[in-house]
Structures are given as structure tokens and as C-alpha cells.
């Protein structure tokens, strides 16, 4: 009876024991998994009896994405290379347009931005630095002094003078032809104020740079080109739209040293050949920094398109080298053998 009570106790324990023992079918599904990427014991039968997962639910194991298909077959698919950033690369190329490329090993597209860049900002440069010393030729030029001759002004004054200017409006609004002209309402205030801008205090402010009351004539006069005011008014001067406003219109054209002023009158047409010249320097001037302003724009341009191509670049690179690797089922044996596949594209 003893005996039979202490045969009892021992298979009692022995069974608690071989329940006790975890069986390879309840290893975590992780170690599972794993164990399909190494020679370990696992039974090749209890593989195949693993659960299947989704492919667009793959697991990530030691980095790698892992996943069965619906045959029961594990893939794993990693680069080869570390990725890129896009947001790097297109913040590298808005910067420095080639670097989001250069990043994203894209080296002739690089240079190609990068050359780019360096030859657009060398061409804007050159035509704003000759820009900006024809404005400095044509500024020279109308501050300088009037050489003397026959038909010019001779007056000691600079080739291009606001004294002068404002002497022979002067002069033009209080002629009888204008008085007679018919054509103006308000001609005889426009010869009192044409008769007191010509006095000496008048002239003596237009000396000292102060033109208000010459504005305020400016303003009244009447042209007999198109029977309206004066176009405009001269700016301050050293203003850069004095040095525009006097080779620009024709009424400014009076003011120049060589006017003939036997053929003054108020339709000012040009009859000065200083005007024209002076015109032609700051017309190519303002055309050298309009071309600068044009290169400027296209250098922003780069950058934009780079910043474009750099995300483009940063994809295809990260799409470059791909690898895929496979475990398929022998179907004479039944293990499990490893297929491996590179594609490198170009």
C-alpha cells in the first residue's frame, strides 16, 4: 500500500514536470520568427505550421522588415544603403543649389546646378557693375562743367543747370507768342508766375537746390505739344529721378548747354544734341541693370529648380539598391532554403 502511495507521488511529479516544460510551439512569436533566419532546432514541420502574417502588416525584427506571403513564405527587404532625407537634401539645394544632389550622390545633376548658379550670379554681377558705372558716367556728365562755344550757354554752369532750365521757362511763358496763342485759359497767370520766376530771388533758391516755387510752375505751365501741364515736376537734386527726368523728357531738354534757343518755344521739341547723347547713356545704363536684375532673378529661379530636383534625386537614390530575400519551401524535401535577389538600378 506504501508503495503503491509512493508510485502515485512520483508520477504526480513527473507529470507536473513534463507540464511544466515549454514546448518550442508556444516560443514567443518573435523567437519564432528569428529562428526561421538560423540553424537552430526548431522543427522544420513546426515552421510550416507558424501562423500567417499580412504583408501590409510586417513585423520589424533587428531593423529588417520581415513578412509571410499567403504561401507561407518569409521575405525580408532592406537598403543597402542608409536613406536620405528629402527634407535635407531639398534644404541643402535652396541654399546651394547642387548640394541636395550632391547629397543624394546625383553628381553631374549637382555640378550642373552648382555651375549654374556660379555662372548666373558672375553674369549678374558684370552687367550691374557696369550698370552702376554708366549711372556713375551719366551722373558726372550732367554735374560737369559746360565748356564754351558757339551756340552754348556760356554761362560757367553745369551742362545740364536748373538755373538754366527755370531762366528760359521764364523766358518761353512770357512771350506774346504764348500770350497770343488763344489757347490757355489761365495765360496770364501763368505769365505773372512765369515773370517772377525769373526774377533774381527766385533764381537764387533754384540756386540753393530749394525748387518749390519752380514745382509750383511746373504745375501750371501748359505745353503746346499736347495742351495739358507739365508732365512732371524736377525731383531734388541728386535725386536719382533728376538725373532720369532730365534726359527723359523733352521739356528738360532746355536745361542743357547746347539747347538753340532761337527755336525755344512751349511745344519743346529737342534741339540739343548733348540731351540725346546724355539720353543714350542713361538708357544703356538703366538696360545694363535691368539685364543684372534679370540674372538675379533667374539665380532665385535655380534655386527653386534645384530644391525641386534635389527631392527627386533624394527618391531616386533611395530607390537606387534594393535587396529581397526569400525562404522557399523545397517541395521534395520540404525545408526551407534562403533566395536572394539584388537590383541596382541606374
Known amino acids: 500500500?506504501?508503495?503503491?502511495?509512493?508510485?502515485?507521488?512520483?508520477?504526480?511529479?513527473?507529470?507536473?514536470?513534463?507540464?511544466?516544460?515549454?514546448?518550442?510551439?508556444?516560443?514567443?512569436?518573435?523567437?519564432?520568427?528569428i529562428s526561421l533566419f538560423s540553424n537552430d532546432s526548431t522543427d522544420k514541420h513546426e515552421r510550416l505550421a507558424m501562423p500567417v502574417l499580412s504583408l501590409n502588416r510586417p513585423l520589424v525584427i533587428d531593423g529588417e522588415y520581415v513578412a509571410y506571403n499567403d504561401a507561407g513564405v518569409v521575405s525580408a527587404a532592406m537598403p543597402l544603403k542608409p536613406l536620405r532625407s528629402p527634407l535635407i537634401a531639398v534644404a541643402f539645394s535652396a541654399v546651394v543649389p547642387g548640394a541636395g544632389e550632391f547629397y543624394a550622390e546625383s553628381y553631374w545633376r549637382s555640378a550642373l546646378f552648382f555651375v549654374a548658379e556660379v555662372a548666373l550670379w558672375a553674369t549678374a554681377l558684370h552687367y550691374q557693375n557696369i550698370g552702376r558705372q554708366g549711372e556713375r558716367d551719366f551722373v558726372a556728365f550732367a554735374d560737369g562743367l559746360a565748356p564754351n562755344g558757339q551756340g552754348f550757354a556760356n554761362d560757367g554752369r553745369a551742362r545740364w543747370d536748373a538755373v538754366r532750365f527755370a531762366e528760359r521757362l521764364s523766358e518761353i511763358y512770357t512771350t506774346e507768342r504764348f500770350l497770343n496763342s488763344g489757347l490757355v485759359p489761365n495765360a496770364?497767370?501763368?505769365?505773372?508766375?512765369?515773370?517772377e520766376l525769373g526774377t533774381p530771388q527766385r533764381l537764387n533758391e533754384i540756386r540753393n537746390r530749394d525748387y518749390r516755387f519752380l514745382n509750383a510752375f511746373e504745375r501750371i505751365a501748359v505745353s503746346a505739344a499736347n495742351n495739358a501741364t507739365l508732365s512732371h515736376t524736377l525731383p531734388p537734386y541728386g535725386d536719382q529721378q533728376y538725373y532720369e527726368l532730365i534726359g527723359k523728357y523733352s521739356e528738360y531738354a532746355i536745361g542743357w548747354y547746347d539747347y538753340d534757343v532761337s527755336r525755344m518755344d512751349n511745344r519743346f521739341e529737342v534741339h540739343s544734341a548733348v540731351y540725346l547723347q546724355y539720353a543714350s547713356m542713361r538708357g544703356m545704363a538703366n538696360q545694363n541693370l535691368k539685364t543684372a536684375s534679370n540674372f538675379f532673378s533667374l539665380v532665385v529661379l535655380n534655386h527653386a529648380l534645384s530644391a525641386f530636383d534635389a527631392l527627386i534625386a533624394v527618391n531616386q537614390y533611395n530607390d537606387r539598391i534594393r535587396t529581397s530575400l526569400q525562404f522557399q519551401q523545397d517541395a521534395m524535401t520540404q525545408t526551407l532554403y534562403p533566395s536572394a535577389s539584388v537590383a541596382i538600378s541606374f
Open 1 to 33: 500500500m506504501k508503495v503503491s502511495f509512493l508510485a502515485l507521488i512520483v508520477a504526480l511529479s513527473l507529470g507536473k514536470s513534463f507540464a511544466e516544460e515549454p514546448k518550442k510551439t508556444d516560443l514567443p512569436r518573435r523567437e519564432r520568427l
Open 188 to 195: 496770364n497767370q501763368i505769365r505773372q508766375m512765369a515773370a
